[in-house]
């Protein structure tokens, strides 16, 4: 499903049926979800997120559809969350596709280390790296064996009404990852524990805007509160075999 038809043109080249849909719009979701069996929601990140998400779940029930995959997130106690309301959201969406009756997989991610350069900034080899993160860890995952073991859960059966914490096999700190990093680069690269003013300010000095440097924080304090240590096999079982290991992974997508 697309809003615009016009970007999803390198899906339609593929023999891929793309519908047109907007989770603002009730009656186009309709037309996107008739006669589907399985939908796959993807949490958003709109503010209205939450209703965006209800108008999903009542356009795929009155559609007919049985079956909902809900992608959230793993974490350990969402009233202790820095970032409140938008961690609720994700576990109220779960709680209203039960409540709607349909059977669902809720696939809870963790976070994507595919956006550690983000948070560790682009002078990492130089400066080192400074947040706000304390020695907190979390099992970092790539968000393509993510999607992957999401599109494995779709195309199979004997996941029904089964909740799913998508992570790495290990707990990872950010100090953990400075020494891994500086013996793959042979570089000495530090990391420094800072306050969270400090690392806000930097991020709006980058161009973010205040909304998103203070949920980029409140990720960064999750991970100080330990928030995101749950690290279990469901990814690697999903995937019917081992997931990147980190040391793989910052290989790459730091081009080491």
């Known amino acids: 499903m697309a809003r615009d038809i016009n970007k999803a043109c390198a899906l339609q080249e593929k023999g891929i049926e ?18 589907i069996d399985k939908v796959l929601l993807i949490s958003g990140l709109d503010q209205n997120r939450l209703q965006q998400h209800k108008n999903v779940v009542d356009a795929a029930k009155v559609a007919g559809v049985k079956h909902i995959a809900y992608t959230g997130v793993a974490l350990k106690d969402a009233s202790e969350s820095a970032i409140k ?19 669902y997989p809720f696939l809870r991610n963790t976070l994507y280390a595919d956006t550690l350069p983000f948070f560790t900034g682009d002078k990492i080899f130089k400066s080192g790296i ?21 599109a494995n859960v779709l195309l199979q059966n004997g996941h029904e009404n089964k909740t ?39 991020l709006k000095q980058l161009g973010v805007p205040e909304t998103g ?15 995101y240590e749950i690290a279990t096999n469901d990814l690697e079982n999903l995937l019917g075999r081992k997931s990147t290991a980190l040391r793989s992974v910052l290989k790459s997508i730091y081009k080491i």
Do not use: C, M
């Not at 938008?86 to 009756?101: H, K, L, M, P, W």
């Open 85 to 103: 309301s938008f961690i609720a959201d994700q576990f109220s969406t779960e709680e209203y596709i039960r409540q709607n009756g349909l059977t």
């Open 18 to 35: 793309v519908r047109i849909g907007s989770f603002d719009d009730i009656p186009s979701l309709g037309k996107a979800v008739a006669g």
């Open 130 to 150: 400074h947040l706000p993160a304390s020695s907190g860890k979390a099992p970092f995952a790539l968000r393509k064996e993510l999607g992957e073991a999401t």
């Open 213 to 227: 440097a203070t949920v980029t924080a409140g990720f960064i304090a999750n991970i100080k509160n330990r928030q």
């Open 164 to 202: 799913y914490h998508l992570t790495g096999s290990g707990l990872f700190s950010f100090g953990n990852i400075a020494n891994i990093l500086s013996k793959l680069s042979g570089k000495t690269i530090g990391y420094k524990d800072i306050n969270t003013e400090r690392f806000i300010d930097t």
